[in-house]
């Protein structure tokens, strides 16, 4: 599986398990021969929302996740900080920022799985 295949593939699981989690998502296109930068803001593969409403109550608010799909690579302080200049600037309390990574056996012995990062 080419790395192109691989990221769709992951992104493809990332948004399904989104949706069972009742949230609204919009992935962004992959790039293709012409366009090679896609991304929202050019950070971000995904957008998440989900209606959180307040018990016994008509007050509700939309919790947004902006989420960048990974494989195999951990962000260096470097790499994570545009991600963080985002936070800062363009969300607020019922926003957030995450690099979710998906590491295959053998990449990293201890981790296996998705490990999600909630930038703060």
Avoid: C
């Avoid at 599986?1 to 609204?24: C, H, P, Q, T, V």
């Avoid at 016994?56 to 990974?70: D, E, G, W």
């Avoid at 690579?73 to 926003?95: G, I, W």
């Amino acid at each position: 599986m080419n790395s192109r295949a691989k990221g769709n593939f992951y992104e493809r699981k990332a948004k399904e398990e989104l949706i069972a989690d009742g949230y609204r998502v919009y992935r962004v296109k992959g790039a293709t021969k012409f366009v090679k930068e896609v991304d929202m803001f050019g950070l971000f593969d995904m957008l998440a929302l989900k209606k959180i409403q307040k018990q016994n109550s008509p007050l509700f608010h939309i919790a947004r996740r902006f989420i960048q799909v990974k494989t195999n690579k951990k962000l260096s302080q470097r790499e994570l900080a545009p991600f963080k200049d985002f936070k800062k600037n363009y969300t607020d309390a019922h926003d957030s920022v995450e690099i979710h990574t998906f590491w295959q056996q053998g990449k990293r012995k201890k981790k296996k799985g998705w490990e999600k990062i909630i930038l703060k």
